[in-house]
């Protein structure tokens, strides 16, 4: 069974990137026809796609975070990461790590909670 782990700071300051990595097991991010995708959840809000990565390396990103994001990864490590710039406040989250499949959560990690605080 697969397993995703997210690993970075949890702790970053205004203005800062935020850079998280997950780790997959027992799977291949490179194995179609699997996406790799980050979500976040901000307190007292709900779950908010940030954007996917392809098993042939393509990535997507929500219009909200778009200009400030970028998902790409590292087959040989088999992970996937997220950088996100310019971070404010209002990027306070839980931030998840899943795969999908068929346009659908196949498996979540655990979810690491990063706050954005001077």
């Known amino acids: 069974q697969v397993q995703l782990q997210e690993s970075g700071p949890g702790l970053v300051k205004p203005s800062q990137t935020l850079s998280l990595t997950c780790t997959v097991s027992?799977?291949?991010?490179?194995?179609?026809?699997?996406?790799w995708s980050w979500i976040r959840q901000p307190p007292g809000k709900g779950l908010e796609w940030m954007g996917q990565i392809s098993y042939s390396g393509s990535a997507d990103y929500s219009p909200s975070v778009k200009s400030r994001t970028i998902i790409s990864r590292d087959t040989s490590k088999n992970q996937f990461t997220l950088q996100l710039s310019s971070v404010t406040p209002e990027d306070t989250a839980v931030y998840y790590c899943?795969?999908?499949?068929?346009?659908?959560?196949?498996?979540w990690g655990q979810g690491t909670q990063v706050t954005v605080s001077s």
């Open positions: 027992d799977d291949s991010i490179t194995t179609n026809p699997y996406y």
């Open positions: 899943v795969k999908l499949y068929d346009s659908a959560v196949d498996a």
